[in-house]
């Protein structure tokens, strides 16, 4: 698929109900969807509210996984949860630990798929980069995730499950009796793994709604930011249906130059996607968005450059994350000097934006910012390579 494709993309997703016969997974429902799932299985009308309630401190507070410590639910209520319901997460293939402390998870989800989710420790906060997509349909030239082809979306269970994944990993979840600890490990998550959360709009919106909730994990809309390409059509509703921050993979100033390398450009341009964006802050009742501008040699960091950005965005509240750009094996792009990149960030800066220099983390990981790709594929990929040179 190409990035001119219809948004209704003929992509797998998943149901939430196993087989016929098979157990519902609460990860991922949302309140409304776990109160139905709760009365169709046979919990009376009256007491669905409120059983509702417990199982979802449980599952989203305490982090518990099993039905039979759920102590203030009757036994037998416990022994009708495990016959019906399960609580699953992805599975952790490997953890790898970068030397700046970034952890980067290959993960497993349903149909032996993988996607990647990072997590960034920095002083007094911690973030998690997760993804909504196994692969990518929008092929930014730049980007290593988007050399992989689009396999299906993530259900919501398996984007809230990579929170919780992390959670575990960090031993986050509190412990009964202990006293109360307000330190956030993950404090903020960023859809800026895999995919187009835009192109994954229900499921990204229904896992972000859990991870949301205050009663559960209990992550503020200010602490979550959805990254997106530029889906146009799904920008507002995202503002009403989610009201998270948004940041914007920008990258050029020119169609020219964003054709090549962000490819929806071609459907919705840039002073379309611009026009759009000016309605997002009032909507979403954010106070700015955040643009995304990754530093390519020769490409689009010029002087030149800088000032045509500031004139494009002029009037939209903004900050512009300056990305040095992180190379990857074949890349065809070089990152800019850092002189160069410095010089660009001046010009931003005097004209009255944040224009600060994401600091490349987990490179050593290939966990930097468009570095994600799964290790399976990328074990293919070298196969099919060493195959091509010996003539096979």
Request: with cysteine.
């Amino acid at each position: 698929m190409t990035a001119t494709a219809p948004i209704t993309q003929d992509v797998l997703t998943l149901p939430r109900k196993l087989p016929e016969g098979g157990k519902v997974n609460i990860i991922g429902l949302t309140r409304d969807q776990l109160r139905a799932a709760l009365v169709a299985a046979g919990t009376p009308e009256k007491q669905a509210k409120m059983r509702l309630g417990q199982i979802w401190q449980w599952v989203y507070h305490w982090g518990l996984r099993d039905f039979a410590g759920m102590t203030n639910l009757a036994k037998d209520y416990r022994v009708f949860l495990e016959q019906h319901f399960t609580i699953e997460l992805p599975e952790v293939v490997t953890r790898q630990i970068s030397a700046d402390g970034t952890r980067k998870y290959l993960v497993r989800i349903a149909g032996g798929h993988e996607v990647e989710t990072v997590y960034i420790p920095e002083e007094n906060r911690g973030t998690l980069c997760i993804s909504s997509q196994v692969g990518c349909t929008l092929t930014c030239s730049f980007c290593h995730t988007g050399t992989q082809k689009l396999v299906r979306n993530l259900t919501a269970g398996e984007i809230v499950g990579q929170v919780m994944l992390a959670r575990d990993d960090l031993g986050e979840w509190p412990v009964p009796g202990a006293p109360k600890d307000e330190t956030r490990l993950v404090s903020n998550v960023v859809l800026m793994g895999m995919g187009e959360p835009l192109y994954n709009f229900d499921n990204v919106r229904d896992a972000m709604q859990v991870v949301m909730d205050n009663e559960g994990l209990s992550l503020s809309r200010r602490r979550i930011t959805l990254s997106t390409s530029g889906v146009v059509p799904e920008i507002a509703r995202a503002a009403t249906e989610i009201g998270c921050l948004l940041a914007v993979s920008f990258h050029a100033t020119t169609d020219e130059v964003r054709d090549k390398l962000v490819p929806i450009n071609k459907r919705w341009n840039i002073e379309t996607l611009l026009n759009e964006l000016r309605e997002y802050p009032r909507l979403s009742n954010s106070e700015r968005i955040t643009f995304e501008y990754v530093m390519l040699k020769g490409v689009n960091d010029s002087d030149a450059d800088a000032r045509r950005l500031v004139r494009l965005i002029s009037g939209i509240p903004a900050k512009i994350n300056l990305i040095p750009f992180n190379e990857w094996p074949g890349a065809p792009y070089q990152r800019s000097d850092w002189e160069r990149i410095e010089a660009f960030a001046d010009i931003v800066y005097k004209a009255g934006y944040a224009s600060p220099i994401r600091t490349p983390r987990g490179e050593d990981i290939m966990a930097a910012c468009g570095q994600l790709k799964s290790a399976t594929e990328r074990a293919r990929k070298s196969s099919r390579e060493i195959a091509a040179e010996a003539g096979l």
